[in-house]
């Protein structure tokens, strides 16, 4: 079983429905985070969570809101779908340490992905 | 600010010749950088790392790359390359003191042809 998993794996929808994407984690990382890549302009982070009493904004949060139920768990909510949010969603974790804030190894382990189309 | 610039979005390469993919960084601190890989309809894995240290640094299925300061860059290189090296290549920055965000390439394709 994967470490960290994405649900759902593919989702069509229609502009201003109220998508959930889900992300589940069994690494134990209190880090967790999501990205969007789209074609050409490779990955760009959406919100960040260091625990379940911290969220922060990324680089792209307008149109979008998260909520870390618990550690192990983080969802990316799009309260009112439109066209330009279609992409491929990645929701990532990190271990906590003091190696570059991103843990002894300095690595972001990712999930499978979950592809968004929205019409 | 920090910035990574990827030379060409796709790269072609014959089975068995060298793999040659290109990374410049921008940072106003000494960077952590890093190598991810993404083979279609999966996530992204770390390939290798540069965080201190050795300037040359190895990583899974027989990838390379060298930090130049000098030259801010951190290409990733294979001496000959596999069918199952067909994916793309990301090239990401970071730094270190507390959290640091990490800024990704906008990834090279790579096609390995027979």
């Known amino acids: 079983d994967a470490d960290v998993t994405q649900t759902p794996r593919n989702r069509i929808t229609k502009t201003g429905k109220r998508i959930m994407l889900e992300c589940s984690q069994t690494?134990?990382?209190?880090?967790m985070y999501w990205y969007r890549q789209d074609p050409g302009l490779g990955l760009r982070l959406i919100y960040y969570s260091f625990d379940v009493k911290d969220i922060n904004k990324g680089e792209i949060s307008d149109g979008y809101s998260v909520s870390r139920q618990a550690q192990a768990k983080f969802s990316l909510s799009l309260e009112s779908a439109i066209p330009n949010q279609t992409a491929l969603y990645f929701c990532?974790?990190?271990?906590?340490?003091?190696?570059?804030?991103?843990?002894?190894?300095?690595?972001?382990?990712f999930g499978e992905g979950s592809r968004l189309t929205v019409l | 600010a920090q910035s990574v610039t990827q030379l060409g979005s796709h790269v072609s390469v014959s089975e068995g010749a060298l793999v040659l993919l290109r990374c410049n960084y921008s940072?106003?601190?000494?960077?952590?950088l890093f190598w991810y890989v993404q083979y279609p309809n999966q996530g992204l894995q770390l390939l290798l790392k540069?965080?201190?240290?050795?300037?040359l640094v190895k990583g899974i299925n027989g990838f390379e790359a060298e930090f130049k300061k000098s030259e801010t860059s951190f290409h990733l290189t294979k001496p000959s390359a596999h069918m199952s090296d067909a994916a793309e290549y990301f090239c990401a920055v970071s730094r270190s003191g507390g959290y640091q965000k990490v800024t990704f390439g906008t990834g090279t394709k790579l096609q390995v042809i027979p």
């Open positions: 540069y965080t201190t240290g050795a300037t």
């Open positions: 940072s106003s601190v000494p960077p952590y």
């Open positions: 990532a974790t990190s271990a906590f340490g003091t190696s570059g804030g991103l843990g002894p190894t300095g690595e972001l382990f």
């Open positions: 690494k134990g990382h209190d880090r």
